[in-house]
């Protein structure tokens, strides 16, 4: 079973994601913030994070980088309400993006793909 990082600092998303990738056989763990989230993803070890961009302290395409350095095979898909984030350079460093939405469909997509990619590579 896949576990999947949530870091979103809207608690309805957080429990809306959590409650729909749940409910498709992941494992969901989520975090509020970009506090000590390479910390984080080191113990609880998940296959895949789902990043939101804009949170109040924390610029997830920052951390973006910060995942990248340190996690480099660990897919993220960025996960945001506006779409102007695709014209920043750091964006690239993802490996999908969403923009938030009530329907998921979307998101599973990314993830089923995401994982799928990510366990071709590991055999």
Same mark, same amino acid.
């Given at each position: ?32 913030? $970009?506090?000590? #989230? !390479?910390?984080? =993803?080191?113990?609880?070890?998940? *296959? @895949? ?7 109040? %302290?924390?610029? $997830?395409?920052? #951390? !973006?980088?910060? =995942?990248?350095?340190?996690?480099? *095979? @660990? ?7 506006? %779409? ?40």
């Amino acid at each position: 079973m896949a576990k999947i990082l949530v870091v979103d600092d809207e608690e309805h998303i957080r429990l809306l994601y959590s409650e729909e990738l749940s409910e498709e056989g992941y494992e969901v763990i989520t975090a509020d913030s $970009g506090y000590k #989230l !390479l910390e984080k =993803i080191e113990k609880e070890k998940p *296959d @895949l994070v789902i990043l939101d961009i804009k949170m109040v %302290d924390y610029n $997830g395409l920052d #951390l !973006l980088q910060d =995942i990248r350095a340190k996690f480099f *095979d @660990l897919p993220v898909i960025l996960s945001t309400a506006y %779409d102007t984030f695709k014209e920043d350079i750091k964006s690239i460093a993802a490996d999908y993006y969403v923009v938030k939405s009530f329907d998921l469909t979307e998101l599973k997509n990314k993830i089923a793909m995401a994982l799928e990619a990510k366990y071709s590579q590991e055999e």
